[in-house]
């Protein structure tokens, strides 16, 4: 018991670190925010249409491109690619 504490103490001091802009052992990716309504823009899209071709709620594009909220995770590294190569993912999506 004692070392599954341990080990998760561990982990949680290590996440804290990190987070707090400390050097921790691993790699990390931290891609660069976007600016979601210029991406949007420049594929000439309204947002029901991006929303729509990139699998994301409308509610959630307009929170980002008001600044109510950020992509994170996932969601990000999408809007990079679909930044950088918009043909690409609709051709992955179908």
Sequence with gaps: MTSAYES????LQKAIELNQGGEVAARTHRPE???????????????????????????TLR??????RTPHGPALALLHVVA??????L???G
Aim: charged residues 25%; glycine residues 6%.
């Design 8 to 11: 998760i103490a561990q982990g």
């Design 33 to 59: 925010p976007v600016n979601v309504a210029e991406i949007r823009k420049n594929l000439g899209m309204t947002q029901m249409e991006f929303a729509s071709k990139f699998c994301i709620s409308v509610a």
């Design 63 to 68: 929170h980002w491109e008001r600044g109510d």
């Design 84 to 89: 950088k190569e918009p043909q690409a993912v």
């Design 91 to 93: 051709r992955a999506l």
